[in-house]
């Protein structure tokens, strides 16, 4: 089992930033790939960033260039740096993990709102 949980989301001004962090813990040694979904009122779950456990990284082209995902290892924690952020960025932002055998866990959530 795998659980993770978000934290970092808040009000940020358009062109502000915010840096969300994903802690997991459990049985985390075959995890593969995390990454941050996000969805948003009225729309469906988008992909917004993944980082694979030797660093790949792909990301949404609604964010490249704005967001960084990064993990830490050590502390078993995955990061979405947030910048030059946009109103239409606003949504719950989610933790995602898998197995090699594709087996997904989801955190939580934390909102993200973008709003002047």
């Known amino acids: 089992q795998v659980q993770l949980v978000e934290s970092g989301g808040g009000l940020v001004q358009p062109g502000g930033s915010l840096r969300l962090s994903c802690a997991a813990s459990g049985t985390i040694f075959s995890i593969y790939v995390m990454g941050w979904f996000r969805q948003a009122p009225g729309k469906q779950r988008e992909l917004v960033a993944t980082?694979?456990?030797?660093?790949?990284?792909i990301y949404a082209d609604s964010v490249k260039g704005r967001f960084t995902i990064s993990r830490d290892n050590v502390k078993n924690t995955v990061y979405l740096q947030m910048n030059s952020l946009k109103p239409e960025d606003t949504a719950v932002y989610i933790c995602n993990a898998e197995r090699v055998s594709h087996q997904a866990y989801w955190g939580q959530g934390t909102q993200v709102t973008v709003s002047s």
């Open positions: 980082i694979t456990n030797g660093g790949s990284t």
